[in-house]
């Protein structure tokens, strides 16, 4: 059964600075690989999805990288902003359309 | 832009009611999915359909049941609500998997229904 960890759960950073977001997946065999964000009580919104034939994408200030056979994405900010606060979920597809979701990391970026 | 609608923002029903939630997307997608979310469990898989009149059990499926009667309509209902049904309920859809290029397609969520049961 897949499973999806994100490191960290909580992150708090001053406005500016260049992050990192951890995603790990325990099966490999995956189609692809989905980053949303979500704001408190609100529902999720794509950010970015990779391929599992792909290495990274990019949007804007956001780069997320796949090494699909070691199991991992991350998703880099780029000079990070007060708006960039709120969780960020990493999904991904490893048969049929279901999506297995990590539990989130949520972000702070104070002014 | 894709729209995934989700009927309610905000619900309060009573216990032992029969709720529904319902779910629209105007972009012909095939695939469709009931998730609920709570604190410390994530996003857990209710339901999912990948046609019209089909359905799926997700991993907790139990207390639930769905219809899907229309392409651009996925219903999501409580037969007999309880209090542990109290939770987040967020409604997604997406294209099948692109069979030419290989290659599955992005999933797009509503704006979420926070139901309390009472």
């Known amino acids: 059964k897949q499973e999806v960890t994100q490191i960290p759960a909580a992150l708090s950073v001053p406005e500016g600075e260049n992050l990192v977001l951890n995603c790990s997946f325990t099966d490999s065999a995956i189609y692809n690989l989905q980053w949303f964000r979500q704001d408190p009580g609100k529902g999720l919104t794509s950010l970015l999805l990779?391929?599992?034939?792909?290495r990274e994408q990019t949007s804007g200030r956001l780069n997320a990288s796949l090494d699909k056979s070691s199991g991992r994405s991350t998703l880099y900010i780029a000079a990070s902003q007060p708006g960039d606060s709120a969780t960020y979920l990493c999904?991904?597809?490893?048969?049929?359309?279901?999506?297995?979701f990590g539990e989130g990391t949520q972000l702070t970026v104070n002014p | 832009d894709v729209k995934v609608t989700q009927s309610s923002r905000y619900l309060v029903k009573r216990t032992g009611e029969k709720v529904f939630l319902e779910c629209v997307q105007d972009?012909?997608?095939?695939?469709m999915f009931w998730y609920r979310q709570d604190p410390g469990l994530g996003l857990r898989l209710i339901y999912f359909s990948y046609d019209v009149k089909m359905k799926e059990k997700g991993d907790i499926p139990e207390g639930y049941s769905v219809s899907r009667e229309k392409k651009e309509r996925f219903s999501l209902i409580l037969e007999s609500a309880s209090t542990n049904q109290t939770s987040m309920y967020l409604c997604?859809?997406?294209?099948?998997?692109?069979?030419?290029?290989?290659?599955?397609?992005?999933?797009?969520f509503g704006q979420g229904t926070r139901l309390t049961v009472v």
């Open positions: 997604a859809s997406s294209p099948p998997r692109d069979r030419a290029r290989g290659m599955n397609t992005e999933a797009f």
């Open positions: 990779i391929q599992s034939s792909q």
């Open positions: 999904a991904v597809r490893s048969s049929g359309s279901r999506l297995t």
């Open positions: 972009m012909d997608h095939e695939n």
